[in-house]
């Protein structure tokens, strides 16, 4: 008996759940009466219902300034470690760390005692195989004597002039000058230290111009030439600065499908240092009269896009067309419209082909 009591009193439960959660369905779709009708437009072909609200804009034609948004990195217009080209030993050094230079400026003195014996030893030996090949060359004019003996007199000056010209080449190394204008870095040598070629003396940096390095993805790659503008800032000024680019690579990086190009802009200020981070707009390609619809006012299909217009009747008329040329907002039109066209910008998805519609005209 217990057995059986329980179990019954199971089923009660059970039974009690079930009305109490289905007796509100039955209560929602009694209420009512038959269902309504769907909102503003409704059935085929949009017949009857109200108006559906919509915002518009009229075409007209404008320029298209086709650009990308990029970062990149400010590189120096030249930039070099300066290291001596022999060995010695520094007797002066000619300049201040963080000082501007220019081309030629002498700034480091090596020791060049032994290359002066050796130049002014040389000096010597010339001036005496110069008169030796005076007087020979007089003897040969009276054939007193052989060809062969003046040769061999000219040949000794011929060579000592060569060796003088090789130590004065010597000597000039002995001197670091400026390679081309610009502003030491911090010296890494000091008077008294012997140096060599591997050692570096200072960087010097020319940053007047600046070079701007960035990339590009390969599929805008024929739309790349020399000249074109772009227009950079850094983090440390919302400031954009004009630049152009002056060259690019001739193929594409296989690692990362992209064109490497650099531009380049003024910078006597010397607001921009090389290794900076900057954000870059770089132009394209400027397009006058173009029609540009935005982005989402174009519906894609399996054939194309397509867009509504407002028809000469008031109601929404389809149009298929060919779009162009693709911004962060915008779409150019390259057929299936008109300047003066009325475009659907909201209620796209819902709009039908002869539903009535509301405009409401935006700028």
């Known amino acids: 008996m217990k057995k059986q009591t329980k179990v019954l009193v199971i089923i009660g439960i059970l039974l009690i759940v079930i009305v109490s959660f289905l007796y509100p369905r039955f ?8 269902p309504t009708a769907a909102g503003p437009g409704a059935g085929p072909g949009g017949g009857g219902g109200q108006p559906l609200p919509v915002n518009v804009i009229q075409l007209k034609k404008e320029t298209l300034s086709n650009q990308l948004q990029v970062s990149g990195t400010i590189l120096p217009n030249e930039s070099v470690d300066l290291k001596p080209e022999i060995s ?7 300049f201040k760390e963080g000082q501007y230079v ?22 010597y030996t ?5 008169t030796q090949e005076n007087r020979q060359k007089q003897l040969l004019a009276r054939e007193a004597i052989s060809q062969e003996e003046y040769d061999i007199v000219l040949n000794q000056y011929n060579t000592a002039l060569s060796d003088i010209k090789l130590v004065e080449a010597q000597l000039q190394k002995t001197v670091v000058r400026a390679p081309f204008n610009g502003i030491l870095g911090l010296r890494m040598i000091s008077e008294g230290s012997v140096i060599n070629s591997s050692n570096v003396i200072v960087s010097i940096v020319n940053i007047d111009p600046i070079k701007i390095e960035f990339s590009i993805p390969e599929r805008y790659s024929a739309q790349v030439s020399v000249g074109s503008p772009i227009f950079f800032s850094s983090e440390s000024s919302s400031e954009e600065v004009q630049g152009r680019v002056y060259a690019f690579e001739p193929q594409i990086d296989p690692a990362t499908r992209t064109l490497k190009l650099r531009a380049e802009s003024p910078n006597k200020s010397g607001k921009y240092l090389p290794g900076m981070f900057v954000k870059i707009r770089f132009v394209l390609e400027v397009k006058e009269d173009a029609l540009m619809v935005p982005a989402e006012a174009v519906i894609p299909e399996l054939s194309g896009y397509k867009v509504f217009v407002v028809g000469a009747d008031g109601k929404a008329e389809q149009r298929i067309i060919e779009i162009g040329t693709r911004t962060d907002t915008h779409v150019q039109i390259l057929s299936g419209l008109s300047e003066g066209d009325q475009v659907l910008t909201t209620g796209v998805m819902q709009v039908r082909q002869g539903m009535p519609i509301q405009p409401n005209q935006i700028n």
């Open 27 to 34: 209560g929602n779709q009694n209420e009512g009466g038959a």
């Open 88 to 94: 010695g030993l520094v007797t002066r050094i000619n």
């Open 102 to 123: 220019t081309k030629g400026t002498p700034l480091v003195y090596l020791n060049d005692d032994e290359l002066q014996a050796q130049f002014q030893r040389l000096q």
């Open 126 to 130: 010339q001036k005496l195989f110069q």
